[in-house]
């Protein structure tokens, strides 16, 4: 039997998606066929049918369109990687078959939509690379590609593993000649395979320095050459990088920055001990309440709630900067009024972090756009409570916001006082805002009032008062 076109498009993008699940829009529906069908039959709990009768019946199986994140989150969960093949025309403009592209694959370090991703925690893509046969030194690299943090640097084979406790890193890219990674940097995560030249020192700057518009990479703490301390953690950097571009075919631009983990810098606490003192996790359950962290976090926002988590997993060890947090909570304990203040005021503030990500990536809605425009609003009161402080933090924090007016004026000028979660669900440009959409809105509505605006527009231009339209 013929393949059907639209068969050999599904052949043609599967062979792009690898062993990733590939959802085939089909008009209102995602349909998996072949093997992807029978796996997502019992993953997803869908019925599993076929699309063509006779000896050899394809095997499919689909969901609702709208339904694609409470599926995805499923798919994720199980380990597993979707690649989302979407109509990038529109049917009826489409002469023979609809176009179609992967638009995005989704994994467990890829997440951006906030149904999920824990608010609370942060949600890390790593990179391992083992330098040269004795495996001594390791690059490491990790980012969140919901808030764009970004780090890396080279450690000892023993620091390697301490390290990748404290990340948690939710999947771990490997080149596919890597050595067995140990089993407690394995279990409960996805380890994803490259191809070796992913992490080559030779094109690793390169990369890095063709994302981040830079001439090196000097500016963030990183020594130049393939042969420098630095180069594996910049080739676990590159591979990162060169992962997401292939993966979600989107900009990257609010990954702005690399940061260097440098060696001493924070106080080194080995993974026995981190596990033990149930620092982040508890040993019962592996979650977050009854660990010290949940104890301590009394956070209004969600960053944080990741920034406190960040802070109890790299302790300070200079005491310059030891004293200077100090100095900033000291104020605020002695000023409680200040300090209630600024927590009602943080109360208004979205998460930022990610909205600014979605909106980097072409993936937000107008609710998104909407929760950013009210949190540019909430900033000129934290300003002003921050402005003229005694402690150093404090008013670091007051110099470094950046208001955005110009911005925040835009959005509230177009954006409705309530806005739906999609965009295709409509009503969130404000009435107003655009004379042609006014125009339109009005046509669609019935068009009473534009009639009888033509009507006494034609009245007054003919002079016959009695015309009707």
């Known amino acids: 039997m013929a393949t059907s076109p639209m068969m050999q498009q599904?052949?043609?993008?599967?062979?792009?998606?690898?062993?990733?699940?590939?959802?085939?829009?089909?008009?209102?529906?995602?349909?998996?066929?072949?093997?992807?069908?029978?796996?997502?039959?019992?993953?997803?709990?869908?019925?599993?049918?076929?699309?063509?009768?006779?000896?050899?019946?394809?095997?499919?199986?689909?969901?609702?369109?709208?339904?694609?994140?409470?599926?995805?989150?499923?798919?994720?969960?199980?380990?597993?990687?979707?690649?989302?093949?979407?109509?990038?025309?529109?049917?009826?403009?489409?002469?023979?078959?609809?176009?179609?592209?992967?638009?995005?694959?989704?994994?467990?370090?890829?997440?951006?939509?906030?149904?999920?991703?824990?608010?609370?925690?942060?949600?890390?893509?790593?990179?391992?690379?083992?330098?040269?046969?004795?495996?001594?030194?390791?690059?490491?690299?990790?980012?969140?590609?919901?808030?764009?943090?970004?780090?890396?640097?080279?450690?000892?084979?023993?620091?390697?593993?301490?390290?990748?406790?404290?990340?948690?890193?939710?999947?771990?890219?490997?080149?596919?000649?890597?050595?067995?990674?140990?089993?407690?940097?394995?279990?409960?995560?996805?380890?994803?395979?490259?191809?070796?030249?992913?992490?080559?020192?030779?094109?690793?700057?390169?990369?890095?320095?063709?994302?981040?518009?830079?001439?090196?990479?000097?500016?963030?703490?990183?020594?130049?050459?393939?042969?420098?301390?630095?180069?594996?953690?910049?080739?676990?950097?590159?591979?990162?990088?060169?992962?997401?571009?292939?993966?979600q075919k989107t900009s990257l631009e609010h990954i702005d920055r690399l940061q260097s983990l440098a060696v001493g810098s924070s106080l080194d606490i080995d993974a026995a001990t981190w596990r033990s003192l149930e620092i982040t996790q508890t040993l019962r359950d592996g979650g977050r309440d009854g660990s010290l962290l949940g104890v301590l976090d009394r956070t209004i926002t969600s960053m944080g709630a990741r920034l406190l988590a960040e802070w109890l997993a790299y302790p300070l060890v200079y005491v310059a900067s030891i004293d200077a947090r100090l100095d900033a909570v000291g104020e605020l304990i002695e000023q409680t009024k200040l300090a209630g203040a600024i927590r009602e005021t943080l109360g208004n503030i979205y998460d930022i972090q990610r909205l600014v990500a979605r909106v980097t990536t072409g993936r937000c809605g107008p609710r998104d756009l909407l929760f950013l425009a009210r949190t540019l609003a909430a900033l000129p009161a934290l300003k002003a409570k921050l402005a003229g402080r005694k402690s150093d933090l404090l008013t670091g924090c007051d110099e470094r916001i950046d208001l955005c007016a110009e911005l925040r004026a835009k959005l509230e000028a177009m954006l409705a006082d309530d806005c739906p979660l999609h965009a295709r669900e409509g009503g969130f440009i404000r009435p107003g805002a655009d004379a042609r959409l006014d125009e339109f809105r009005e046509l669609t509505a019935g068009g009473k009032q534009w009639m009888a605006n033509y009507q006494a527009a034609e009245i007054e231009r003919t002079g016959i008062p009695s015309i009707k339209v």
């Not at 330098?131 to 030194?137: L, N, P, R």
């Open 10 to 247: 599904y052949e043609a993008a599967k062979a792009t998606a690898g062993d990733a699940l590939l959802l085939f829009r089909m008009g209102d529906f995602y349909e998996l066929f072949h093997d992807d069908a029978r796996l997502a039959a019992k993953l997803l709990g869908l019925s599993l049918t076929s699309r063509d009768k006779g000896e050899n019946p394809v095997p499919m199986a689909g969901f609702p369109h709208h339904q694609l994140e409470p599926y995805l989150a499923k798919i994720v969960a199980a380990g597993r990687r979707a690649a989302i093949c979407e109509q990038i025309e529109d049917p009826k403009q489409a002469k023979g078959i609809v176009k179609r592209d992967i638009v995005r694959v989704v994994s467990r370090g890829t997440l951006t939509d906030d149904a999920l991703l824990d608010p609370q925690t942060s949600n890390y893509l790593a990179a391992v690379r083992f330098a040269g046969d004795d495996d001594k030194q390791v690059g490491l690299a990790w980012v969140d590609i919901s808030t764009g943090r970004f780090t890396a640097t080279v450690v000892d084979r023993r620091a390697a593993h301490d390290l990748m406790t404290r990340i948690n890193a939710a999947e771990i890219l490997v080149p596919d000649d890597s050595p067995p990674l140990p089993h407690a940097w394995i279990e409960g995560r996805t380890i994803t395979k490259r191809p070796k030249w992913d992490f080559a020192p030779r094109d690793a700057e390169r990369k890095l320095t063709a994302h981040f518009g830079t001439k090196n990479l000097e500016g963030f703490g990183f020594e130049s050459g393939e042969a420098s301390v630095d180069a594996p953690a910049v080739a676990a950097a590159a591979a990162v990088i060169e992962y997401l571009s292939e993966t």
